[in-house]
Nanobody
Framework: QVQLVESGGGLVQPGGSLRLSCAASGSIFSIKTMGWYRQAPGKQRDLVAFISVGGSAMYADSVKGRFTISRDNAKNAVYLQMDSLKPEDTAVYYC????????????????WGQGTQVTVSS
């Protein structure tokens, strides 16, 4: 139905920057919210940021002022610019999209990407 492909993870030193990308493809009729979650080893998956179709964004307190989420509705893509990275930002980052497949007759459903590793270490 809907596939999400993430890219942009990697190893970066503290204070550095990374930009994550997520592109949605498949039988997409409509997309509502798009967002990013992260999961560190041994911890639950937590919301990092999400953005509405109109562009309103919300962030977890731990990333406010350092991360910026954006989207390109024409490309069905969402991005996460991560600046001033800290070791505690190390986690697998997952893209999440609320999408309606095929037509308006179908219900919106949450879709997940496969995850991309972000490691912040000197």
């Amino acid at each position: 139905q809907v596939q999400l492909v993430e890219s942009g993870g990697g190893l970066v030193q503290p204070g550095g920057s990374l930009r994550l990308s997520c592109a949605a493809s498949g039988s997409i009729f409509s997309i509502k919210t798009m967002g990013w979650y992260r999961q560190a080893p041994g911890k639950q998956r937590d919301l990092v940021a999400f953005i509405s179709v109109g562009g309103s964004a919300m962030y977890a307190d731990s990333v406010k002022g350092r991360f910026t989420i954006s989207r390109d509705n024409a490309k069905n893509a969402v991005y996460l610019q991560m600046d001033s990275l800290k070791p505690e930002d190390t986690a697998v980052y997952y893209c999440n999209v609320e999408a309606q497949p095929f037509s308006r007759s179908f219900a919106y459903k949450a879709y997940w990407g496969q995850g991309t590793q972000v490691t912040v270490s000197s």
